[in-house]
């Protein structure tokens, strides 16, 4: 998880970092190739083995909302880092894990003690914190990325019923399908448009590479240890993002959104020993 949290963080980096250099490119491009290298590297080796009808597991709907909702949140959070920068929109994407806290009892049936409620209750504090309601550009921003974290917890609580008859590589499989299918559609919709120099196809390709790496370092920490540790330990994610935000880009953080970010920290480190 240590891993996918590095990689993770140097993605957002790579996101911010392309918009900065090729002004022009629509964020959803980028999410575009992240998802075309997570396909490709999962598919090819299971087409050079044969396994490639297994990728298709049950086919439950589960699966398809799976893919729906994490594609979504994707594309979103793409968009809120080209925005609001990697570091103000990772923090605020990492409130889906207070969101399947939140959305647990209606999803899944599971229950709440009253020190869960009062940790999520924490946690939308640090939230509502970070929202610039002065500059309208960045609340639009920040709403993308607070959409994308509420989603993200969707697209998570979709695993926790498909993943109990399908693998994990059948769930990202999915993923990258409909992920496919809805650029699709937006780019038939409102166009496209490609890289306009090699640094910036290298820094495409660093974006889809750290994202495809992490996705799948993430899957194995959740095979391997209890889900509570692995949960709290992916805050760093933010952390690092936010660090990058500062050393490579200078965007420092006022002193009320940096509390914001400690709440949701704290809380969101919480939850899942709460539970």
């Known amino acids: 998880m240590l891993v996918a949290c590095v990689l993770f963080s140097v993605m957002n980096a790579g996101a911010y970092a392309i918009g900065l250099l090729d002004t022009g490119l629509p964020p959803s491009m980028i999410s575009f190739i992240r998802i075309l290298a997570n ?17 298709f597991g049950d086919a ?5 909302l799976r893919g729906l909702f994490g594609s979504t949140a994707l594309m979103l959070s793409f968009a809120a880092i080209a925005r609001i ?4 929109s990772a923090f605020l994407t ?3 894990g207070v969101f399947v806290m939140l959305l647990g009892p209606v999803v899944l049936g599971q229950k709440n003690s009253l020190l869960v409620w009062l940790a999520i209750i924490g946690s ?3 939230v509502s914190l970070l929202f610039d309601l002065e500059n309208s550009h960045n609340l639009f921003g920040q709403a993308m990325a607070l959409l994308a974290g509420l989603l993200s917890a969707l697209a998570y609580l979709m695993v926790a019923r498909a993943g109990r008859s399908n693998t994990p590589q059948t769930v990202i499989f999915y993923f990258c399908l409909v992920g496919l299918v809805l650029h699709g559609f937006y780019f038939a919709r409102f166009g496209y448009r490609l890289p306009d120099s090699p640094e910036s196809w290298g820094l495409l390709l660093l974006v889809g590479l750290s994202g495809s790496g992490a996705q799948h370092y993430m899957t194995r920490a959740y095979q391997a240890a209890p889900a509570a540790l692995v949960s709290s330990i992916g805050y760093l994610a933010p952390v690092l993002s936010l660090a990058w935000s500062v050393l490579l880009f200078e965007q420092i953080p006022g002193q009320t959104a940096l509390l914001g970010a400690a709440l949701i920290l704290v809380f ?5 020993f709460l539970r």
Do not use: D, K, N
């Open 39 to 55: 396909l490709l590297i999962l598919t090819v080796p299971a087409l050079i083995g044969g396994r490639l009808s297994g990728l």
């Open 124 to 126: 939308f504090s640090g």
């Open 85 to 88: 920068g990697p570091g103000e």
């Open 60 to 64: 439950r709907p589960s699966l398809w």
């Open 268 to 272: 969101g480190v919480m939850l899942p």
């Open 94 to 96: 990492a409130s889906s």
